[in-house]
């Protein structure tokens, strides 16, 4: 298995499995969410297409400058979102970086969402795909490469080799599981990177600490379709261990 590492989205991924990698913060949100009962999770930059597409009762998740805009359930918050009854609901999540890097992976064979939080099932996933190549997709942030996602996506990359074995690194694999030997404490990582030093300024900092948290769920979020909106398109995903 050929495993690459890509700092931020390359413009076009034609029939390849892609892990997404947003570790502060929605990636981590996702499987948190889906541990609290969520079925399904809606993705978008859009507050307005969120809003419409909420309509019929989902929930709303999301923030702006670190507040949940007029109307939103809850906001991007994992150390809060771990306490939420969502049995049976679904919920539509905005946010910065998650969902304007999606967009770039439609020509993929599949696409899921991967977090620290979720690592060890989300390389168990991978390796029962049993691709010859996966790519490890950075979102970034605000378009700049960011040491949060870089260093998750070395850690998982490690996961993935020692999982499956014979693993060929690709990319920036190599620059990226260097990370891990300077940063062998996550939290520190995701303290200096610059989406932890934003959430900090904002009194978020417990958001780290959950994100720092090493294979706590077992929920993989898969992309199942995308629906055309007019400000964003919607990205739905389920669980794997819920869709079986």
Not at 43 to 54: G, H, I, Q, T, Y
Not at 167 to 184: D, H, N, S, T, Y
Not at 218 to 230: E, K, N, S, W, Y
């Amino acid at each position: 298995m050929r495993v690459r590492i890509d700092l931020l989205p390359r413009p076009v991924y034609h029939g390849e499995l892609v892990v997404l990698i947003d570790i502060l913060r929605s990636c981590t949100v996702a499987p948190v969410l889906f541990d609290g009962g969520l079925s399904r999770l809606t993705m978008c930059a859009s507050l307005r297409e969120a809003r419409k597409d909420a309509a019929g009762g989902k929930l709303l998740v999301g923030e702006r400058a670190g507040v949940p805009p007029e109307g939103f359930n809850y906001g991007n918050s994992p150390s809060e979102l771990r306490r939420a009854d969502l049995a049976g609901r679904e919920a539509v999540v905005v946010s910065d970086n998650a969902p304007k890097a999606l967009p770039a992976l439609e020509g993929a064979s599949e696409v899921l969402l991967a977090s620290l939080y979720n690592a060890a099932a989300v390389a168990s996933a991978v390796r029962s795909a049993a691709r010859e190549r996966v790519s490890l997709v950075c979102s970034g942030y605000h378009g700049q490469e960011d040491l949060d996602d870089t260093m998750a996506a070395g850690f998982l990359a490690g996961e993935i080799s020692r999982l499956t074995g014979g693993v060929r690194f690709e990319g920036a694999a190599r620059l990226a599981i260097g990370l891990l030997r300077a940063f062998p404490d996550p939290l520190e990582a995701l303290w200096h990177s610059t989406a932890g030093r934003t959430l900090r300024s904002h009194e978020l900092a417990e958001d780290l600490a959950v994100a720092s948290m090493i294979s706590q769920s077992d929920h993989v979020p898969r992309l199942v379709a995308i629906d055309a909106g007019r400000h964003s398109d919607l990205y739905r995903f389920e669980s794997l261990s819920a869709a079986g």
